[in-house]
């Protein structure tokens, strides 16, 4: 997948990203607004985690996206 389709789909992919990461907020997944390195900063730091394992995380998750 490629992640320009991620972004100028947000909305749809925004609840999917939510079910993922259920600690994300709305405002998170607002500000994210489809910026996979806004998104991979948001896990590290909401999670805890570094951040070679929210990359890890996210490209496990784009992998798996459809676009409709």
Known sequence: MNWDRIEGNWKIFKGQ???QWG???????DVIAGNR???V???QNTYGIARDE???QVALWEKDRKVF
């Open 17 to 19: 990203a939510q079910q």
């Open 23 to 29: 600690k994300l907020t709305n405002d998170d997944l």
């Open 37 to 39: 390195e806004e998104l």
């Open 41 to 43: 900063g948001r896990i």
């Open 54 to 56: 929210a990359e890890k």
